[in-house]
């Protein structure tokens, strides 16, 4: 009897120890269904590319226990409708278009700025830094980011004229469909917003309502406007995210481990996901070029003029359309990213000699230069600008007073001339590294950032404060340099090559790094700090 009862526990060991193993396997083989969205048609190359990469990546990154249906061509509605699919849990994700990301997180605007972003190297920079910033963004709204997509480098279509200068376009009408920040580009640069859907905007470019809009060559081919448009100028003047969104509630329901293998595969996947459409996007605009679309060009100089007009809108634009930090986020990247590329693409240590002011202007400095070698200028690396924008030197250093900003209701960085002068002097104070043209840029930025930091400004960007620090610094810099007999003409708080020369050889005579800028172990070496 005593057998009986040790053998009958035995076996309901085993049964309890084979019915767990088998609720775990079972569990494990649970397909997991989820359904899907977007406004692509099933055969073009974003729906072939979600099928052929998305949907493998992440089914096994799910232990192949992931199963999608698909919905494609918008079947499912616009991407207001698939947003709202989700929600009420008809849908479980969506591959939004760029307008759709912008609609269900407003903050992400802050990628479209005008003219924030040079290339993909940069996009795809950004990503590795901020996916997790941006899932922070739409997860109070019940979303998680599957893929961070591009929509691209919208282009700049138009009916009746080329859009080359900023001069072209004051008065064009625009049909814009990206929200508020699209219609304050639009009128800083002098254009006509009229808001509208996207369904709208076909009849309306063919009936002359609008006569241009900025959008993806995609899209553009997909609604046949280029039988309609007649020119296209591929400008960068914006990118476009296209977020692919899951329900927070879907992603949560899964597997933990799932859920990590999901985080970790998605850059990857999104990444070759993008390289192919990118190309895909070339192929659209040299379809319809062949077609009979014109290939508009602007100089370098239109370029950076645009660039001027529009870049004062990511300023205002903070707080309002994205939070000041989030902001302050992606600038400080894109410094990180830019500042890294010059040092790995300038072939010397030297730092670039500042511009020199007009013989009309200062006489006495320009003499002097020329009696003496000037240091060499490094290469400008394609960061803030292009090149070396000798152009704005006749901006940077017009003795005509500045516009009343007040009165026309402006902050200071729209006044290219004082944005050069900063720039000017935090290159000479070792804040700016990069070429003095009188944008805004992200690098600027950073360089204004860490001044205010260091000399106790507090939070701001270009101020009577600033300015009035940065001249008062180098005064006092230049003063101190006059007393031991290495800087021989006025004290006036503009770093020319004099003042270079003259900090170089202070440096030389007292044992310090020879930079010639007036780095923070100079300025304490002087005395000024």
């Not at 590795?128 to 997860?139: G, L």
């Not at 006509?192 to 470019?205: C, Y």
């Amino acid at each position: 009897m005593i057998f009986s009862k040790k053998r009958f526990c035995f076996l309901l060991a085993v049964i309890f120890l084979a019915s767990a193993l088998f609720a775990q396997t079972a569990a494990a083989e649970e397909k997991i269904l989820w359904r899907t969205a977007s406004l692509a048609p099933k055969d073009m190359g974003y729906a072939v590319y979600v099928r052929d990469i998305l949907f493998p990546a992440l089914t096994n990154a799910c232990d192949g226990n992931l199963v999608w249906k698909a919905y494609w061509g918008g079947v499912m509605g616009n991407d207001t409708q698939a947003i709202q699919n989700i929600r009420i849990g008809r849908l479980h994700a969506s591959g939004l278009s760029g307008e759709g990301t912008f609609l269900v997180a407003p903050e992400a605007t802050v990628l479209g700025l005008p003219f924030l972003l040079n290339d993909y190297d940069e996009t795809d920079y950004l990503k590795e830094k901020m996916i997790d910033s941006f899932d922070a963004v739409v997860a109070p709204r019940g979303f998680k980011i599957l893929a961070w997509l591009d929509q691209g480098f919208d282009e700049t279509y138009s009916v009746h004229r080329p859009l080359k200068t900023l001069a072209d376009f004051q008065g064009v009408r625009f049909a814009t469909w990206f929200g508020p920040l699209e219609g304050k580009l639009l009128q800083r640069l002098g254009a006509s917003p009229t808001p509208l859907q996207a369904l709208e905007i076909p009849p309306s470019l063919r009936s002359g309502v609008v006569e241009a809009v900025i959008a993806p060559s995609i899209w553009v081919v997909g609604t046949q406007l280029y039988t309609r448009l007649r020119y296209m100028n591929n400008l960068k003047m914006r990118y476009s995210p296209g977020f692919w969104l899951l329900s927070l509630d879907a992603f949560k329901s899964i597997p933990e481990q799932y859920q990590k293998n999901i985080d970790g595969v998605r850059l990857q996947m999104a990444q070759e996901f993008n390289n192919l459409a990118r190309l895909d996007l070339v192929s659209f605009q040299d379809a319809m070029i062949q077609y009979g679309l014109a290939k508009v060009e602007s100089s370098p100089a239109d370029i950076r003029e645009i660039r001027r007009r529009a870049t004062p809108i990511w300023y205002e634009l903070a707080g309002e359309l994205f939070p000041s930090t989030l902001l302050d986020e992606v600038l400080g990247h894109l410094a990180d990213y830019r500042s890294s590329q010059m040092v790995a693409t300038a072939p010397t240590p030297e730092p670039a000699a500042s511009p020199v002011r007009p013989q009309a202007v200062e006489t006495a400095r320009i003499e002097e230069a020329v009696a003496q070698p000037v240091a060499p200028a490094a290469p400008a690396p394609a960061a803030e600008a292009a090149d070396t924008d000798q152009e704005f030197e006749a901006i940077l250093y017009d003795d005509t007073p500045a516009d009343d900003k007040t009165a026309q209701g402006l902050s200071w960085t729209d006044d290219a001339r004082t944005i050069g002068r900063v720039q000017l002097m935090l290159q000479a104070l070792n804040f700016y590294k990069m070429v003095v043209d009188g944008i805004m840029g992200p690098v600027t930025y950073q360089g204004v950032q860490r001044f205010r930091s260091e000399f106790g400004l507090g939070q701001g960007i270009v101020d009577e404060a600033l300015i009035r620090t940065l001249e008062n610094t180098i005064k006092a810099s230049q003063q101190r340099l006059a007393a031991l007999g290495f800087y021989k003409l006025a004290v006036d708080g503009v770093p020319g090559p004099a003042t270079y020369r003259a900090v170089t050889e202070f440096q030389q005579q007292n044992n310090l790094p020879a930079s010639g800028r007036l780095d923070r172990i100079t300025l304490e070496a002087l005395g000024v700090l």
